[in-house]
């Protein structure tokens, strides 16, 4: 059968209405610039769940590994299984919480390592790992030190690791927790956190047990707390060039990764009186020249930003009118009157000195970044920019 999704014309068709460009080079640069403020001391693992937050988790994983990411966390079985089969060799953490027997032989035969949470849980994976052929999972301990999701009572980290070490096919990699306000100006719950995880390590010190590893930093607690970071941190948002709150922006260079262009599909003039869109939420006051742009909310673009948003256009702030619709938007181009059919919008992203950010929506729709970027649907295919720094090696050497 042809596959359709490899043919050049509906590859050239999907250009024409929308699109989100990806630069690799930004991610490059963000991992180099994480692995040098770690200073040796801590390894970086990179974030790729979600599709690594929608960038695309195939070729952002390739590209933090040969930056010097040294290991690949996900969410989901699944998620380790297309890395995988993309030929990734690296460790894979699984983050979520994995109870089926499906999963769990999943992950024996991907090489993917679990998150044990529970007693529990643990002995359903040993179980299932006996009756197979024999294979040894390496595993990661999580403690609730405050977060109140996934994880075992800090306060009973030696009965956690004690029952673990006791059944076969399951050796533990490390210990770990996450942190709930790292990005909270006001650190008074993550010192809570990190006293309750130091508790646990000397508990289980007292005890006897010596977790190889120890990780408890998200890119928030990277970035401006380095007495959490131990033997490695867990960083995502920071990976694709965003900051997890204002207060960090000093702290590293970090450059977004992700920019979402459309084109404009239809021009045309409206006279004064006219309302723009479902509901006339819009009502021109004046003579405007509008302009149709092939991209809506079910792409993405939230829908809460009707008559707030604005795009760019050759490097102009234009703003968009009138309620978002599934597939389209309007916008007021009547102080551009040389456009044409075709021309192109920055939806999300930078023109010159000028640019509209995850964050800047982020905050008219009162949401996070994370959201904004995990929203971009897939019929926007995804296009690869820049260029790393082994790619222009190699160009320079070739």
């Given amino acids: 059968m042809l596959n359709w999704d490899q043919t050049p014309e509906l590859s050239a068709m999907r250009c024409c209405r929308a699109w989100v460009e990806i630069d690799l080079g930004a991610v490059d640069h963000n991992v180099r610039q994480l692995v040098a403020h770690l200073q040796g001391r801590a390894d970086l693992m990179a974030v790729v769940k979600a599709d690594a937050y929608g960038h695309g988790a195939v070729t952002v994983a390739q590209t933090t590994l040969a930056a010097g990411a040294k290991q690949l966390g996900v969410a989901t079985v699944p998620e380790g299984m297309e890395l995988r089969q993309a030929g990734i060799d690296a460790p894979i953490l699984i983050m979520g919480a994995v109870n089926t027997v499906a999963e769990?032989?999943?992950?024996?035969?991907?090489?993917?390592?679990?998150?044990?949470?529970?007693?529990?849980?643990?002995?359903?994976?040993?179980?299932?790992?006996?009756?197979?052929?024999?294979t040894s999972l390496p595993v990661h301990l999580k403690l609730d030190t405050g977060m109140s999701r996934l994880g075992f009572p800090w306060q009973r980290a030696v009965e956690l690791m004690t029952f673990v070490q006791r059944l076969p096919h399951l050796h533990i990699a490390s210990l770990y927790s996450h942190l709930a306000t790292a990005d909270d100006p006001d650190p008074t719950v993550l010192k809570v956190q990190h006293q309750r995880f130091e508790s646990a390590i000397a508990q289980l010190t007292a005890a006897g047990h010596h977790p190889p590893r120890l990780h408890l930093a998200n890119s928030a607690a990277t970035l401006a707390h380095p007495e959490l970071h131990y033997d490695r941190v867990r960083v995502g948002l920071a990976l694709y060039g965003l900051y997890p709150a204002p207060h960090l922006r000093s702290t590293l260079d970090l450059r977004p990764v992700m920019q979402v262009k459309a084109r404009i599909t239809h021009l045309q003039e409206i006279g004064?009186?006219?309302?723009?869109?479902?509901?006339?939420?819009?009502?021109?006051?004046?003579?405007?020249?509008?302009?149709?742009?092939?991209?809506?909310?079910?792409?993405?673009?939230?829908?809460?930003l009707s008559n707030q948003m604005t795009v760019l256009i050759n490097g102009y702030r234009v703003r968009q009118l009138g309620t978002i619709t599934m597939d389209q938007l309007m916008l007021d181009v009547s102080a551009l009157p040389n456009l044409q059919v075709g021309d192109l919008v920055t939806v999300l992203g930078r023109e010159g000195d000028v640019q509209i950010t995850a964050d800047d929506w982020a905050d008219q729709v009162n949401t996070?970044?994370?959201?904004?970027?995990?929203?971009?649907?897939?019929?926007?295919?995804?296009?690869?920019?820049?260029?790393?720094?082994?790619?222009?090696?190699?160009?320079?050497?070739?």
């Fill in 104 to 134: 769990i032989q999943a992950m024996a035969q991907w090489r993917l390592q679990p998150t044990l949470v529970s007693p529990k849980q643990a002995l359903i994976v040993s179980e299932t790992l006996s009756r197979g052929p024999g």
């Fill in 272 to 304: 004064a009186g006219t309302g723009v869109s479902y509901g006339h939420r819009f009502v021109a006051d004046r003579p405007m020249r509008i302009a149709v742009v092939g991209i809506g909310y079910a792409d993405g673009v939230p829908r809460a």
């Fill in 368 to 398: 996070i970044s994370w959201e904004i970027l995990c929203s971009f649907k897939h019929r926007l295919p995804r296009i690869v920019v820049g260029q790393t720094l082994s790619q222009a090696s190699e160009a320079r050497f070739s």
